[in-house]
């Protein structure tokens, strides 16, 4: 069941880009489906016993694919800077690099609490974007400037951090 939470939000990621250019309030119903799905299938594969280094790659996919489209789509209509979307592809190319060399035994994925902070900011972003795009008004424009903002220095100082680490490990060596 938490595999076809992921799944369903990895769907969404598809129809989302979409919704934004669209306009409307479709696009913060989808957004709202897919926090609620990404709030609950890791906790569901917990207390299942179904939790699965599987279904922690389907879910991090399904979470980077449905932000980056979001996000994406809003630097095109100008709602954010490309610095989001781009902040976002760097922090999950970095996280990806490092979940292929974390050890097997802590689950197979480098985990930070700056990265899942990131992680929280860019939905929250992709929130504000499709507020923005449900009710249209220039009261957005603070929030908005600020969340991204926030996004791309919590993105960015993750991948500041790997890299940081990635290269003390490489020193000692």
Same mark, same amino acid.
């Given at each position: 069941?938490?595999?076809?939470?992921?799944?369903?939000?990895?769907?969404?990621? !598809?129809?989302? $880009? /979409? @919704?934004?250019?669209?306009?409307?309030? &479709?696009?913060? *119903? #989808?957004?709202?489906? %897919?926090?609620?799905?990404?709030?609950?299938?890791?906790?569901?594969?917990?207390?299942?016993?179904?939790?699965?280094?599987?279904?922690?790659?389907?879910?991090?996919?399904?979470?980077?694919?449905?932000?980056?489209?979001?996000?994406?789509?809003?630097?095109?209509? !100008?709602?954010? $800077? /490309? @610095?989001?979307?781009?902040?976002?592809? &760097?922090?999950? *190319? #970095?996280?990806?690099? %490092?979940?292929?060399?974390?050890?097997?035994?802590?689950?197979?994925?480098?985990?930070?609490?700056?990265?899942?902070?990131?992680?929280?900011?860019?939905?929250?972003?992709?929130?504000?974007?499709?507020?923005?795009?449900?009710?249209?008004?220039?009261?957005?424009?603070?929030?908005?400037?600020?969340?991204?903002?926030?996004?791309?220095?919590?993105?960015?100082? #993750?991948?500041?951090?790997?890299?940081?680490?990635?290269?003390?490990?490489?020193?000692?060596?």
């Amino acid at each position: 069941m938490a595999d076809a939470l992921s799944a369903a939000r990895l769907l969404l990621a !598809g129809v989302m $880009p /979409w @919704l934004l250019a669209r306009g409307g309030p &479709l696009a913060l *119903g #989808a957004w709202c489906l %897919a926090a609620a799905s990404d709030w609950i299938d890791g906790r569901l594969a917990r207390r299942t016993g179904t939790a699965s280094r599987r279904g922690a790659v389907l879910d991090n996919v399904a979470d980077i694919a449905f932000v980056l489209g979001g996000l994406s789509t809003a630097a095109i209509l !100008g709602l954010v $800077p /490309w @610095l989001v979307p781009g902040s976002i592809a &760097l922090s999950a *190319g #970095a996280y990806a690099v %490092a979940s292929r060399r974390a050890p097997p035994s802590g689950g197979g994925l480098a985990r930070s609490r700056l990265g899942h902070w990131g992680g929280v900011l860019n939905y929250v972003c992709l929130g504000v974007v499709a507020g923005r795009v449900a009710w249209p008004g220039a009261w957005w424009e603070a929030p908005l400037g600020l969340t991204a903002l926030a996004t791309a220095a919590v993105n960015l100082a #993750a991948v500041t951090l790997r890299l940081t680490a990635r290269f003390q490990t490489a020193s000692r060596v």
